[in-house]
C-alpha cells in the first residue's frame, strides 16, 4: 500500500470513527457510554471508587471549588509518559478533590471517539490526533503539553549494520498513518532511502508483534519503545538509531485535550486537575521508588526496566505544560509530508493556552 492509498484509508477510518461517534451521541444518558469506545481498559481502578478526601486542602492561591469534580480521562494507550497521570490516579488528583477514572484504550482513534462523544472529559492524544479531529470538525482544543519523549529506536536484525543495508527490506511498524510510520519514514529519508521505493513500509500491529517479526525474520527492521527496544538489543540486534538523534531531542508525544466547551464551563475543574498534574510531576522528580512502582503497577514492567524507563522520561516532563519549541519545527514537517495537514497551523488554531500562560496563578507552591 502506498502513501497516498494509506493517507485515504486513515482519513475514511477517521470518518468512520466519527460515524460511530455520531450515531452514539443520539442516544440517551447511561452510566455507561452506548456505543462504548473500543476495548477501554481501566487504569489505577482503585481511584475510580474512592471518593474525594479532605486530606490535603487545596492550594490556597485559586478561588472556586471545581465545577465537577467526577472525571474521566482517556489515553491511546498504557505508556511510560503518563507516568504523572498514573501517579496522580494514586495519589494527587484525590488531594485537589477530584475522583478521576483513567481509562486505556486500542489507539488513538479509540481515545478520540471517546472524546468526541463524550465518553471521556479530556484525553492525552498525539498532537496528530488532536489535529485529526478538529480538522473533522470537532470543537476541541489542547490546553496542556509538557508530555515530551523522544525514546523510540530503530532495531535491526544482527546482519544488517546500518541504515543503507535496508534497501530492498522490510521495516515494522505498529500501522500505517500512525506516529510510529511517520517518525520511520522520516528516519529513512534521512539516510536517502525513499520508503515503498527502496523499503517496504509493514504494518504488525503492537510492539510486541514487532518484536516477534524481528525475531521470526518478518521484518528486518523495526521501530521500537522501552522495554522492547532493550530487549531486542540484549539479543543481538544492531541499533540503527534513536528518534532522538535522527529525528528531534524532545518530541511532543501527548497533548492534554478537552472539548472546547468543557473548558470554558469548568475552568476550576481544569486548574485543580492540572495542579494535581504538576505535584505529580514534582512526586515523580522527588520520589524515585514512588515512580518506579506506579510503572510496574500499570505497565507490568520488571523491576529493572521499570528503572529504565524512568531514567527515560522523568527530565522530560515539563510541568509548565510547554510545547518543545525547538523541535515543532522538524514536527510539522513530519506531519506535512504526512499528509495530516497542508502547513503548519497557528497554535491558536489548536492550542488554549489559558492555562499554560496563568501557570503562576494556579499552580501548587
Known amino acids: 500500500m502506498n502513501e497516498a492509498e494509506q493517507r485515504v484509508t486513515r482519513r475514511a477510518a477517521l470518518v468512520s470513527v466519527l460515524a460511530m461517534v455520531a450515531v452514539g451521541c443520539t442516544a440517551p444518558a447511561a452510566p455507561s457510554p452506548t456505543p462504548a469506545?473500543?476495548?477501554?481498559?481501566?487504569?489505577?481502578?482503585?481511584?475510580?471508587?474512592?471518593?474525594?478526601?479532605?486530606?490535603?486542602?487545596?492550594?490556597?492561591?485559586?478561588?472556586?471549588?471545581?465545577?465537577?469534580?467526577?472525571?474521566?480521562?482517556?489515553?491511546?494507550?498504557?505508556?511510560?509518559?503518563?507516568?504523572?497521570?498514573?501517579?496522580a490516579a494514586d495519589r494527587t488528583f484525590q488531594e485537589e478533590g477530584l475522583n478521576v477514572e483513567v481509562l486505556s484504550f486500542d489507539g488513538g482513534a479509540g481515545a478520540a471517539q471517546a472524546l468526541a462523544s463524550g465518553s471521556v472529559d479530556l484525553n492525552a492524544n498525539s498532537l496528530s490526533g488532536l489535529l485529526n479531529?478538529?480538522?473533522?470538525?470537532?470543537?476541541?482544543?489542547?490546553?496542556?503539553?509538557?508530555?515530551?519523549?523522544?525514546?523510540?529506536?530503530?532495531?535491526?536484525?544482527?546482519?544488517?549494520?546500518?541504515w543503507v543495508d535496508l534497501k530492498g527490506k522490510r521495516v515494522a511498524v505498529t500501522g500505517y498513518g500512525g506516529l510510529t510510520d511517520f517518525l520511520t519514514r522520516h528516519a529513512l529519508r534521512q539516510h536517502g532511502l525513499e520508503p515503498e521505493r527502496d523499503v517496504q513500509i509493514i504494518q504488525a500491529g503492537a510492539f510486541a508483534n514487532i518484536l516477534s517479526a524481528l525475531k521470526a525474520g518478518q521484518a528486518d527492521g523495526a521501530i521500537l519503545p522501552a522495554?522492547?527496544?532493550?530487549?531486542?538489543?540484549?539479543?543481538?540486534?544492531?541499533?540503527?538509531?534513536?528518534?532522538?538523534?535522527?529525528?528531534?531531542?524532545?518530541?511532543?508525544?501527548?497533548?492534554?485535550?478537552?472539548?472546547?466547551?468543557?473548558?470554558?464551563?469548568?475552568?476550576?475543574?481544569?486548574?485543580?486537575?492540572?495542579?494535581?498534574?504538576?505535584?505529580?510531576?514534582?512526586?515523580?522528580?522527588?520520589?524515585?521508588?514512588?515512580?518506579?512502582?506506579?510503572?510496574?503497577?500499570?505497565?507490568?514492567?520488571?523491576?529493572?526496566?521499570?528503572?529504565?524507563?524512568?531514567?527515560e522520561v522523568v527530565a522530560s516532563l515539563d510541568e509548565r505544560g510547554r510545547?518543545?519549541?525547538?523541535?515543532?519545527?522538524?514536527?510539522?514537517?513530519?506531519?506535512?509530508?504526512?499528509?495530516?495537514?497542508?502547513?503548519?497551523?497557528?497554535?491558536?488554531?489548536?492550542?488554549?493556552?489559558?492555562?499554560?500562560d496563568s501557570f503562576d496563578e494556579w499552580a501548587p507552591r
Open 227 to 311: 522495554p522492547f527496544k532493550w530487549q531486542a538489543e540484549a539479543e543481538g540486534f544492531t541499533r540503527l538509531g534513536t528518534e532522538a538523534t535522527e529525528v528531534a531531542e524532545v518530541w511532543p508525544r501527548a497533548i492534554l485535550a478537552a472539548r472546547e466547551r468543557f473548558l470554558d464551563e469548568n475552568p476550576n475543574t481544569v486548574r485543580a486537575l492540572l495542579r494535581a498534574h504538576v505535584k505529580a510531576i514534582r512526586l515523580a522528580k522527588t520520589d524515585r521508588e514512588a515512580a518506579i512502582q506506579a510503572l510496574i503497577k500499570v505497565l507490568k514492567y520488571e523491576r529493572q526496566d521499570s528503572e529504565r524507563a524512568y531514567e
Open 133 to 162: 479531529l478538529i480538522n473533522a470538525g470537532q470543537s476541541v482544543k489542547g490546553f496542556y503539553a509538557g508530555l515530551n519523549q523522544a525514546d523510540f529506536e530503530w532495531l535491526a536484525r544482527p546482519e544488517i549494520k546500518s
Open 323 to 356: 510545547l518543545p519549541t525547538n523541535s515543532m519545527p522538524v514536527v510539522w514537517q513530519i506531519t506535512v509530508a504526512a499528509g495530516e495537514v497542508t502547513e503548519p497551523w497557528p497554535e491558536s488554531r489548536f492550542l488554549d493556552r489559558r492555562f499554560i
Open 37 to 87: 469506545p473500543p476495548k477501554a481498559t481501566e487504569v489505577a481502578r482503585p481511584t475510580a471508587t474512592v471518593q474525594p478526601q479532605a486530606t490535603t486542602a487545596p492550594a490556597a492561591n485559586v478561588a472556586g471549588k471545581p465545577e465537577k469534580t467526577s472525571l474521566k480521562i482517556g489515553l491511546p494507550v498504557n505508556s511510560t509518559i503518563y507516568l504523572p497521570i498514573y501517579l
